[in-house]
């Protein structure tokens, strides 16, 4: 079983920074491929970013991209999400995810059967 843990949420300006961490516990790290998503209120959750499990290659939605970087530390059994220049637009909660099913990492929500409790981020205008 894989245990993840999101931290790093909070209230932010626009035009501000947050760095979010997931940390994973449980089976061993290497081979997944992780994911970030977000949920605001009243939406559906979408895609945020990916990363595969060699940390290669990495996936951003248009809404994010230049904006937000994922990166991980295998030896910290850790992924995150450094956000700079925040909008409203981005106030949600985020959610890291984990999965073996593709190791390149993937925009698609089912193929994570591995899933954090969320953390909120609220950027104010």
């Known amino acids: 079983q894989v245990q993840l843990l999101e931290s790093g949420g909070g209230l932010v300006q626009a035009g501000g920074s947050l760095r979010l961490s997931c940390a994973r516990s449980?089976?061993?790290?290497?081979?997944?491929?992780m994911g970030w998503f977000r949920q605001a209120p009243g939406m559906d959750r979408e895609f945020v970013a990916a990363?595969?499990?060699?940390?290669?290659?990495?996936d951003y939605a248009d809404s994010v991209k230049e904006r937000f970087t994922i990166s991980r530390d295998s030896a910290k059994n850790t992924v995150y999400l450094q956000m700079n220049s925040l909008k409203p637009e981005d106030t949600a909660v985020y959610y890291c995810?984990?999965?073996?099913?593709?190791?390149?990492?993937?925009?698609?929500?089912?193929?994570?059967?591995?899933w954090g409790q969320g953390t909120q981020v609220t950027v104010s205008s």
């Open positions: 995810a984990a999965t073996l099913d593709s190791v390149e990492g993937s925009r698609i929500q089912s193929e994570y059967p591995f």
């Open positions: 449980g089976r061993t790290f290497s081979g997944y491929a």
């Open positions: 990363i595969s499990w060699s940390g290669g290659r990495r």
